[in-house]
């Protein structure tokens, strides 16, 4: 359908308010229209300049018919409907939308014709009925319709991108000075900022009005939106380092968003017949494509690292910083600009009561709670997505970005489609309504045209009732969406589903949501503003933006209580659920606990655990207490009993320390528990990452923070050389170390689980090697007369004595005991129901007496004045120090830990037999796993792989349990280097990521400790060289030659260097000390930069790991561990190591491209270039490890056979 300009010509002589339109059928799809000359309308909207009367500028793209806003006549295409198809018609009069009245009369393809009167929406209240319209002003250039859009859809753009750069940001800020209750905090600080855009959005209209400028007022205000973003940006870096600038940053953007519902105030007024749908859709357009671009931002300033003097602009604040400037830039161009013509109504009292009146109370009310659930949403959305992608799937930034940008893009189809998704209902509903009434088409248009279209009582397929109808539809799409946002999460819940497809349906539910937000945002609007004559529309304005600010208040303050209401809380998702429940009113006692995944218990039961826990520093008048992850031994790992640090905190973590205050909660862990304490840690806890520059220790944490305090411990839970130490540093600030009688934890753990106490037996000659007498008359020896030794060290009791216990401490073959050893006296202190009558009579033979465990301190106390000197090792409690008399103790390293490190003979071939058979429940269950993941087995989740590894060593000989419990990690969980998971939240294997495993079995003869990385499809480039330089790292340890006195310490820099040449590194230590059928790590030396290992030397027997690793942050991880001993050289003086782990290296994830040819003959080729290196070992290691295992397989295990061969 085409129509020719040449027909439309302008008649300027006419004074009539009357123009017509002439449509006529060529054939049955082709409508011709001719147009009589029109006038325009004399309105405030047409006179203020602000926009151009056209609706070319505002929406070049819709279209419309008689199933829109038949008022509307407009200077593009128009879709008319008919029995047949709909078609087009291109209208080339950029000023036919201002017509106050016109006929149009209609032609259809049946033969019928109508001619239906277009009327404006309202007349002007400065007008009576039937007066006549006077002249209007010279239309706009082309020109000033351009600038005019320019400036709308600039506000429209920078308020939208506003919005997701400098969420982020004041969340960082927060959490970082207000970090045990950044969660409300923020809540809080959102919700002044909207209350203030409310009490502005009231008055700006009265404050415009009594200045006499409506520009330079909004002006004013988007220049306080610079003012306070850079206002918090600067407390960003430090320069205001306080909550306080963020309040009243915050503030400050709440007073500029008072002005931001004017510009879809503007648009509403601009004329009476313009479709204003279509012009607010596009006004939403712009705003939704800066929400697509402000996370694609966020990410690009994360790699913004820039120093100021002092200051230093990261990603934290330069998004904040980028946001203002936005603001100020829009300032100046809309200053530049904008036009300042129009006075705003100054009491908005009136045109309310009008709105009501004219729209009716029940569709008014609709139409004002439609909008308030509307921002409500929205808001709910700025907040919830951002933090469900980072806090409870750990996504990384880059991937962050791209899904934020994936769902608000989405979300554009809303505003894009708005007007052709109205025109599709209205033919929907006019053909359902012919249908049901038996009435044709053109006479229910007739019909229709007697209302006008404009009043709230409009049928459902035309005018103000097609609106009316497409507001519903939007609010049950939005509904729609937040129902599949609740049970992505629900069925995570009940059927444990993976990461992968609960995001998807979160998103999913979001991006539905925002569709629906954005059809929203264009049709209330124009409910609203259609309920009005033209001269209130500017004046009622306001309350739009009130009603939004409203939105914008509760969506924070709603989530918040949530918080307080579900059982989850903080990070586990229980607010955001909470919110999506209530604004589809679902009662809150019906959603499902959602939990995390290392975490069994909910944030808000860990945080009432807290507050208990501060009444009992406020009752023993105690200001911090110290929380340690050990027990009364210094244990590395504890009974469930002596958890205590996890059950205040559900940090699980081995290794750790705690400050709880009355107001604050801190807590120190080394980089193997980075990742996994932030997950695990509400935002009630401070975390301190231990070992990275700036960062301070707990103890020198304590030096600056803690002046004039009282600080309470457990004496039997810190040691005595810590103690003593301590003392010293508070001595210094006027502080106080107070010991309390009891452990306060204890006192508010009700539940707390009793000690697994299991019976004691004795560990035969042929694994020991050596018998118990001869290892307690070394330490007699050592010691001399009239001194004694206290050893507290689990393991060493055991392995002095050649007792072991399963199962009474996780993993650890030892028991609860203390040792007090002399020439003249041998005393056990244990659990006596612990002990068989074959282990009393073992003991009473090594005239060892027996005491009950609690006797210790009584028994210290009556025997230390025989005793010129105590010794203790540094593990030592100071309980038992103070029992023992604090003149005659010593600390030292223990005689038995320095004796327990060098392996005998029978303890090295125990070792080597172990490893053999370790290694071959590792191959059956890597060509197992290879096979399953292959045939896509949909079952593969790390905790089902775990669990049938677990079941391959329980059939081995000597098998005694895990040595420690299974790290069976795939994708971004690996990066956890001490990572454990949970049957009810496992991710599933595939052929894209790595999968690590890092298991061990407990056997009779030794302890095992292995770590193989494999890959089972094809790895990516970055994959490959993280594993390829932790391999070299691992070759340079495993074929090194070193010097007799030579200390871990020394040799740590070989593994890490291959990884330096690519900026990357590892937190943990190479290696660690493996016990003989005893502690997987074991002391005193080991591989490891820290200090603490430089004074041990490696000797001949000592075993230690070789494991350097890889960890990328939320991608993957790559540790490589086998397990050497230290033996002689060919060269006196000299030492090597000998391999112990017999588990083939994954080829497929080797870069031979970076490797020497001594490491690629290390890896394949065995002895074809020995002779041109310094090779320590015979073969090749897969080589090594073929011709090792083989032989042990038995022909019928055809597929591990097969599996093994391939390596």
């Not at 601009?270 to 671009?293: F, K, P």
């Not at 400037?325 to 705003?344: C, D, R």
């Not at 003086?1133 to 490797?1155: A, F, M």
Request: aromatic share 10%; hydrophobic share 40%.
């Amino acid at each position: 359908m085409t129509v020719d300009d040449s027909s439309m010509k302008s008649d300027n002589r006419s004074q009539s308010n009357k123009s017509s339109v002439s449509v006529q059928t060529n054939n049955r799809n082709d409508i011709a229209i001719q147009t009589s000359p029109a006038l325009y309308d004399n309105n405030e909207a047409s006179q203020n300049g602000l926009l151009a009367p056209s609706t070319t500028s505002l929406a070049p793209t819709a279209h419309n018919g008689v199933y829109g806003n038949n008022s509307n006549i407009r200077s593009r295409s128009v879709s008319f409907a008919s029995t047949a198809a709909p078609s087009r018609v291109g209208v080339n009069d950029p000023y036919a939308a201002f017509r106050s009245k016109s006929t149009i009369s209609l032609a259809l393809p049946t033969g019928d014709a109508i001619e239906i009167e277009d009327e404006p929406d309202q007349l002007p209240t400065d007008q009576k009925p039937g007066q006549r319209t006077p002249s209007p002003q010279q239309p706009s250039t082309k020109m000033q319709i351009f600038r005019r859009m320019c400036i709308i859809n600039l506000v429209a753009f920078s308020f939208g991108i506003d919005s997701t750069l400098w969420l982020p940001s004041v969340y960082n800020f927060i959490l970082t000075l207000r970090p045990n209750d950044a969660d409300r905090y923020l809540a809080v600080t959102q919700a002044v900022s909207a209350l203030a855009q409310f009490i502005v959005s009231l008055s700006i209209g009265v404050f415009a009005a009594k200045v006499h400028s409506l520009k330079w007022t909004i002006v004013v205000c988007i220049a306080l939106s610079f003012a306070g973003n850079f206002l918090y940006s600067c407390a960003g870096v430090g320069a205001l380092n306080n909550v306080g600038a963020i309040i009243g940053g915050r503030i400050l953007c709440g007073i500029a968003s008072g002005s931001s519902g004017l510009a879809m105030g503007f648009i509403a007024i601009s004329t009476a017949n313009v479709d204003r749908l279509e012009a607010l859709s596009q006004y939403r357009t712009y705003a939704g494509i800066a929400l697509v671009l402000g996370p694609a931002l966020n990410a690009l300033f994360g790699l913004i690292d820039i120093k100021i003097g002092n200051y230093t602009i990261n990603e934290n604040n330069a998004p904040t910083y980028c946001s203002s400037f936005i603001m100020a830039l829009l300032a100046i161009l809309l200053g530049l600009f904008l036009s300042n013509k129009t006075k705003p109504a100054p009491n908005p009292i009136v045109p309310a009561i009008e709105f009501f009146r004219r729209g009716h109370y029940g569709p008014s009310l609709i139409i004002l709670c439609s909008m308030l659930s509307s921002s409500y949403v929205s808001a709910l959305i700025l907040y919830v997505l951002p933090d469900r992608l980072s806090s409870f799937w750990g996504f990384s930034t880059g991937v962050q970005a791209g899904l934020q940008t994936a769902v608000y893009a989405a979300g554009l189809i809303g505003s894009l489609l708005s007007s052709y998704i109205r025109d599709g209902l209205g033919r929907l509903v006019l053909s359902i309504t012919s249908w049901k009434n038996g009435v044709d088409k053109v006479t229910l248009l007739e019909r229709a045209k007697a209302d006008g279209g404009v009043s709230a009582g409009a049928p459902l397929y035309t005018g103000i009732g097609l609106e009316i109808l497409l507001g519903i539809v939007s609010f049950l799409w939005v509904s729609l969406g937040l129902i599949a946002m609740i049970i992505s999460f629900g069925l995570d819940f009940v059927y444990s589903s993976s990461q992968a497809s609960t995001a998807a349906g979160f998103l999913i539910g979001c991006a539905v949501v925002m569709v629906g937000y954005n059809i929203q945002a264009a049709v209330l609007p124009t409910l609203f503003s259609k309920s009005l004559p033209n001269d209130l529309r500017v004046a009622l304005t306001p309350w739009y933006g009130a009603t939004v600010a409203m939105g914008k208040i509760l969506a924070p303050l709603i989530t918040e209580a949530i918080t307080k209401a579900t059982p989850t809380g903080g990070r586990t998702g229980g607010n955001q659920i909470g919110g999506y429940a209530l604004a589809l009113g679902v009662p809150i006692e019906h959603l499902p606990s959602f939990e995390t995944k290392l975490l069994q218990t909910s944030q808000t039961e860990l945080n009432d655990r807290l507050e208990d826990f501060r009444e009992l520093l406020t009752d023993n008048k105690l200001d911090y207490y110290i929380v340690p992850t050990t027990d009364a031994h210094a244990s590395e790992y504890v009974a469930d009993a002596d958890a205590r640090l996890a059950f205040l905190s559900g940090f699980t973590g081995s290794s750790g320390v705690a400050i709880v205050g009355a107001y604050d909660a801190h807590l120190w862990t080394d980089s193997r528990y980075y990742i996994q304490a932030e997950r695990e840690l509400s935002r009630a806890w401070t975390l301190h990452k231990d070992g990275l520059p700036g960062v301070p220790t707990w103890t020198e944490w304590l030096s600056k923070y803690t002046q004039s305090a009282r600080i309470g411990v457990d004496p039997k839970l810190m040691t005595y050389k810590q103690a003593t130490s301590i003392e010293d540093i508070l001595r210094d600030v006027e502080s106080q170390l107070i010991y309390t009688a009891h452990n306060l934890i204890d006192q508010i753990w009700y539940e707390r689980p009793a000690l697994p106490l299991r019976p004691l037996f004795v560990l035969g000659m042929e694994f020991t090697g050596k018998h118990a007498s001869e290892k307690l008359e070394d330490v007699d020896n050592w010691l001399g007369p009239k001194r004694a030794f206290i050893a507290s060290a689990l393991d060493d009791i055991a392995w002095v004595l050649n007792l072991r216990c399963q199962d009474s401490v996780p993993f650890n073959p030892v028991f609860y005991s203390y040792l007090l050893i002399s020439q003249s006296k041998k005393v056990l202190f244990v659990y006596k129901d612990q002990l068989t009558g074959v282990v009393s009579d073992y003991l009473s033979d090594l005239n060892v007496e027996i005491k009950d465990y609690a006797n210790i301190d009584n028994t210290l106390k009556s025997v230390s004045s025989n005793y010129t000197t105590i010794f203790t090792s540094e593990t030592v409690s100071r309980a038992v120090a103070s029992d023992s008399g604090f003149s005659r103790i010593r600390t030292t390293t223990s005689p038995i830990t320095l004796a327990k490190a060098a392996k005998n003979p029978v303890e090295l071939k125990g070792a080597r037999e172990a490893y053999k058979r370790d290694g071959l429940a590792f191959v059956r269950f890597l060509a197992w796993l290879d096979g399953q993941v292959r045939a896509g087995n949909p079952d593969l989740t790390e905790w089902n792989v775990s669990a049938k590894f677990d079941e391959i060593r329980s059939k081995l000989p000597l098998f005694k349990g895990l040595a420690y419990e299974n790290i069976s990690a795939t994708g971004a969980n690996a990066a956890l280097p001490h990572y454990s998971t949970s049957k009810d939240n496992s991710p599933k294997l595939d052929l894209t990521t790595p999968y690590l495993n890092d298991s061990g079995g407990q056997y009779l003869d030794g302890t095992c400790d292995t770590t193989r990385t494999v890959h089972f499809g094809k790895p990516t480039k970055e994959q490959k060289v993280a594993f390829t330089r932790v391999l070299q790292g691992h070759i340079a340890i495993d074929s090194l030659v070193f010097p007799e006195g030579t200390t871990g310490g020394h040799i740590d820099v070989l593994a890490r260097r291959p990884l330096w040449l690519e900026n990357l590194d590892f937190g943990h230590g190479t290696g660690h000390g493996i016990g003989a059928y005893l502690n997987v790590h074991e002391g005193p030396h080991g591989i490891n930069k820290g200090l603490s290992f430089a004074q041990f030397p490696l000797r001949v027997g000592c075993m230690n790991s070789n494991e350097p690793g890889y960890y990328a942050e939320n991608k993957f991880g790559m540790r490589i561990e086998s397990v050497v001993t230290v033996k002689e050289s060919s060269k006196k003086g000299w030492l090597k190591y000998e391999r112990l782990t017999k588990v083939p290296i994954d080829k497929r994830l080797v870069d031979y491209s970076l490797l020497t040819q001594f490491e690629k003959d290390w890896l394949n080729v065995g002895t074809f270039h020995v002779l041109k290196y310094t090779l320590t070992t015979p073969k090749a290691h897969n080589e090594d490890v073929k011709q090792t295992l083989l032989p042990l397989l038995d022909k019928s295990d055809k597929l591990t056979r097969k599996w093994l061969q391939l390596q």
